[in-house]
């Protein structure tokens, strides 16, 4: 299966970053806190996607939209480029967590604008 999402690709300039990290401590940290956070954050998302399911990603990912209360709604073409499957299988567990009453109506109509 192969699912394509839009990325963004950051390249820094290492000689400019060496003189920043060297020239502000305060920068050094901050860069460091960065990249470690970021190292953990993609290490869970590897551990998520060999462990769980993705009914179980997509479960997780739409409590955490709910959590954020996020007013922009999300296609479910996005849902499964997030996922890791496919808007038809977006689409079925949607139906499935409905019929469980475990999303509002509401919200499956903003995910299908």
């Given at each position: 299966m192969v699912v394509e999402c839009e990325s963004?690709?950051?390249r820094f300039d290492l000689p400019l970053v060496n003189r920043a990290l060297a020239g502000d401590p305060k920068f050094g940290r901050l860069m460091l806190s960065?990249?470690?956070?970021?190292s953990e954050r993609?290490?869970?998302k590897i551990v998520d996607f060999i462990v769980a399911s993705s009914e179980m990603r997509l479960?997780?990912?739409?409590?955490?939209?709910?959590?954020?209360?996020?007013a922009v709604p999300a296609k479910q073409e996005l849902l499964a480029c997030i996922v890791g499957t496919?808007?038809?299988?977006?689409?079925?567990?949607?139906?499935?967590?409905?019929?469980l009453e475990r999303i509002p109506?509401?919200?499956?109509?903003?995910?299908?604008?």
């Open positions: 963004t690709i950051v960065f990249i470690a956070g970021r993609m290490e869970e479960a997780r990912l739409l409590l955490l939209l709910a959590e954020a209360a996020r496919t808007r038809s299988r977006v689409n079925s567990f949607m139906m499935k967590f409905r019929k109506i509401v919200f499956m109509h903003s995910l299908h604008a």
